[in-house]
């Protein structure tokens, strides 16, 4: 019986050792899925894979969200934040941003407001008239470019909490 007890007692220890990650998870409401990180109310995931632009949206679907949508300069370098304490670095990578179906009528795949926006200098320019998705970390400001939805780069995915 103590041996059943003790075994009840370190299963609940390490059951509840995973909960612990933050104080601040039970004081700022719900958190965010292993490997995610939180801002304000959505959860962030820097993926590394190099996917094509359809693929990643549909990678971060599966993880029940969408390529990340962008709506503030403190968002985005949350954002960059993140992607430097992965990477040790500032890679160019795919958010939810395109104009696919018109031409410099941007939307975000997550379907919220297209109302930031944080492009390079001259972009968007839609170079040889088939530029339609927002690469991030662009150029020695970091901003953002249109570049070929077909190319492949890592992502960054959002969900809502």
Known sequence: MLTVSLLVCAMMALTTAGDTDDASNYTDGPSCPASWNKHNDRCFLYVPRALDWADA?????????????????????????????????????????????KNNAWFWSDGRPFS???????????????????EMNYGVHNCWDDIQCSNTLPSVCATNL
């Open 116 to 134: 930031f926006t944080f492009w390079c200098a001259g972009e968007p320019n839609n170079a040889g008239g088939n530029q339609n998705c927002i």
């Open 57 to 101: 949206e549909k990678n971060c679907l599966s993880l029940k969200g969408n390529l990340a949508s962008v709506h503030s300069v403190e968002e985005y370098q949350f954002i960059q934040t993140m992607i430097t304490q992965h990477t040790h670095g500032n890679p160019i990578t795919w958010i939810g941003g395109t104009d696919s179906q």
